[in-house]
């Protein structure tokens, strides 16, 4: 069933789904559980969408904002920024997620802001103290 609960989460957090993800962490679906065919988090999903009251929810269930979970994408704060969701980057910043970290394409997480142009994102990272390598 846990395997049931995870894929459940993982699909509703990377959609948005505040109450069917509320749900789910009642019901006990693990908010740092792995897995969906290319090793992505329901933390990275959300966090790479326009999900912020979601991304909330998972941080208050516990979601680890220093994980990287696959080496394609890396961290929620890389995902994050690489889509240029300004809110999403500084509730990630404010619960501790590390700027200077590498993965996915073997980039930065400034790395990835930059390379989409996201002014806004690039301007939180380097006031948070992130740097190019």
């Excluded at 300004?86 to 619960?95: D, G, H, I, T």
Aim: glycine share 12%.
């Amino acid at each position: 069933m846990g395997h049931e609960l995870y894929r459940a989460l993982c699909w509703a957090a990377g959609d948005g789904h505040e109450q069917i993800t509320k749900l789910l962490l009642e019901a006990g679906a693990n908010v740092n559980a792995i897995g969906d065919g290319i090793g992505e988090s329901a933390f990275q999903r959300a966090s790479s969408g326009f999900h912020d009251t979601v991304v909330r929810l998972l941080l208050e269930a516990g979601a680890s904002t220093s994980r990287h979970t696959d080496l394609f994408y890396g961290s929620a704060l890389q995902k994050a920024s690489e889509c240029g969701h300004e809110l999403v980057v500084e509730l990630l910043l404010k619960a501790g997620a590390h700027v200077n970290t590498f993965g996915g394409h073997s980039s930065s997480v400034l790395q990835r802001a930059r390379r989409n142009r996201h002014i806004k994102v690039i301007e939180l990272l380097q006031g948070a103290g992130a740097r190019d390598a």
